[in-house]
């Protein structure tokens, strides 16, 4: 890999860091019901254009700093095709933390793109 490459490699992955808490909220906030973290990362592979696609294993230790938070809540149930799957649904602290982010990622991304219009 070349450096430039090593470069965006770096830059993105610090891009995704910032933003999956807040895609994660996002995405159980739109859901009907409780999802589990396969249905989650195939939610946000399927609505972010594969942008915010990842490894599965990494949405978990977000999921759980979020319920730690208090943002999210989570119960165990039994699968007929394999181990049980922890269910996460975002609660109201959860919904309340999600409006702020919003506001802070959209004033972010306007004021980067103030700064990078006219480059190209």
């Given at each position: 890999m070349t450096e430039l490459g090593a470069h965006?490699?770096?830059?993105q992955k610090e891009?995704?860091?910032g933003t999956?808490?807040?895609?994660?909220?996002a995405v159980l906030a739109k859901a009907p019901e409780p999802l589990?973290?396969?249905l989650i990362a195939k939610e946000l592979e399927r609505i972010g254009d594969g942008v915010l696609s990842?490894?599965?294993?990494a949405l978990y230790p977000v999921l759980r700093n979020l319920e730690a938070?208090?943002?999210l809540e989570?119960?165990?149930?039994p699968s007929v095709a394999g181990p049980p799957r922890r269910y996460y649904r975002i609660n109201d602290d959860g919904r309340a933390a999600l409006r702020q982010?919003?506001?802070?990622w959209n004033a972010t991304r306007d004021s980067v793109e103030s700064v990078l219009e006219g480059i190209n």
């Open positions: 965006l490699r770096k830059f891009l995704s860091t999956v808490s807040l895609a994660l909220l589990y973290g396969y990842g490894k599965q294993s938070a208090g943002l989570s119960h165990v149930e982010w919003v506001a802070a």
